[in-house]
C-alpha cells in the first residue's frame, strides 16, 4: 500500500455582505412633527377650557370669527385674548392712564342728509317729521288711561321693531357682525335706550378725542337708518370711563363725554335723522357706569341713544 499524503482539508468561508436599506427621505419625520403639533394644540384648549370663564372663551370665539373690520385707535389690545386676561375674573383688560393729545373735535355735520329723490331741504324734512311727531302724541287724550295704555303698547311694539331692524342689519353686514354684541337695549320709563358700548379692542372715539372711528361711524349709520322713519323723539348722552383725563386747556370727562354725544348727534343727522327729533345732547362723564364695580373698564365707554316714547315727546 502507498502512504496517504498529509493534505489538509480545503476550507471554504462564505461571506454575507449586509445590503443597506433604500433611502425613505424623511417622511416619517414630517409625519411624526404634525402628530406632536396636533397634540400641543389639543393640550392647548383642553387649558383655555379649563383656564377661562364663559365671558373670555365667547371673546376667544369673536376673535377667530372672520370679519374685515378695521380697528383702528383701538382701547386695548389686538392679541389672542383681545386685551383680556385669562386670570382676570371678567376677562378685562387694564388699561393705561388717558392723557389726550388731540383738541376735542365735533365730527358729522349739522346738515342733516337729503334722500334720493326726494328734493326737501333739512328744514323742512325736520319740520314735517316734527309735526308726526306732536300729532302722534296727542293720541292719547289726558285721563282717558285706556287709550293711553292702547297707545303705549303700539309704542312698545313699535320700539321692539326698531331694536330686530338694528340687529337684522348688523347681522347682513359682514363688516359689522362681530360688532353685534356690542349693542345692547334696554327699555327705560323713558323709552328704548340703545347702548353702543366698547370694549378692550374696539373704541368707537380716538384716545381722549370725539373723533369717531371708521367702524363706529359704520355703526352708528347703521342704527340711524333703522330708525330713521319712526315720529319717536331722540336723546344722546356720553359717557365715559373713570381713568384720569387731563389736558393743558382744562378739558375734562364732562366736556369730552358731551363732545361725544353731540358727534353722535352729528353722525345721526348726516344719516338721514332730522335735527327737529332730538330733544337732549348730554354728556355725564364717569357718573353712570355700565360695570358699577369697576369704574375704568372700557365697557363704561359707551354712547346712548334713547328713542323716547311719544307721549314722553
Known amino acids: 500500500m502507498k502512504p496517504e499524503l498529509n493534505i489538509e482539508p480545503e476550507v471554504i468561508i462564505k461571506r454575507v455582505k449586509n445590503h443597506a436599506h433604500a433611502h425613505h427621505g424623511g417622511a416619517w419625520k414630517i409625519a411624526y412633527a404634525d402628530f406632536v403639533t396636533a397634540m400641543m394644540a389639543f393640550f392647548m384648549l383642553l387649558w383655555i377650557l379649563g383656564a377661562t370663564n364663559e365671558d373670555q372663551r365667547k371673546g376667544i370665539a369673536d376673535y377667530f370669527t372672520p370679519t374685515v373690520i378695521q380697528m383702528q385707535n383701538s382701547g386695548g389690545s389686538n392679541g389672542l385674548f383681545g386685551g383680556r386676561s385669562v386670570t382676570s375674573p371678567d376677562g378685562t383688560a387694564s388699561r393705561p392712564q388717558t392723557t389726550g393729545k388731540r383738541p376735542i373735535t365735533a365730527a358729522g355735520s349739522d346738515s342733516q342728509a337729503t334722500r334720493p329723490g326726494n328734493g326737501v331741504g333739512s328744514e323742512q324734512a325736520s319740520g314735517a317729521n316734527g309735526q308726526d311727531s306732536g300729532n302722534s302724541g296727542k293720541t292719547a287724550k289726558p285721563g282717558d288711561e285706556a287709550a293711553r295704555a292702547a297707545a303705549r303698547a303700539r309704542d312698545d311694539a313699535a320700539l321692539d321693531k326698531a331694536a330686530q331692524r338694528i340687529m337684522a342689519k348688523l ?143
Open 171 to 313: 347681522d347682513a353686514d359682514p363688516t359689522l357682525k362681530g360688532l353685534k354684541g356690542q349693542v345692547r337695549f334696554v327699555k327705560t320709563r323713558d323709552g328704548l335706550r340703545i347702548d353702543m358700548v366698547e370694549r378692550a379692542d374696539f373704541a368707537m372715539f380716538g384716545l381722549g378725542t370725539s373723533a369717531p372711528t371708521s367702524a363706529a361711524g359704520e355703526l352708528v349709520q347703521t342704527v340711524a337708518h333703522a330708525i330713521e322713519d319712526m315720529p319717536n323723539a331722540l336723546t344722546v348722552r356720553g359717557h365715559t370711563d373713570a381713568l384720569g383725563f387731563s389736558r393743558k386747556d382744562g378739558a375734562s370727562n364732562w366736556s369730552l363725554s358731551t363732545a361725544r354725544a353731540d358727534a353722535t348727534r352729528r353722525l345721526l343727522m348726516g344719516a338721514g335723522i332730522p335735527g327737529s327729533r332730538f330733544r337732549r345732547i348730554e354728556g355725564v362723564a364717569d357718573t353712570d357706569p355700565y360695570v358699577k364695580d369697576k369704574p375704568t373698564d372700557p365697557r363704561n365707554r359707551r354712547i346712548s341713544v334713547t328713542l323716547l316714547y311719544q307721549d314722553n315727546s
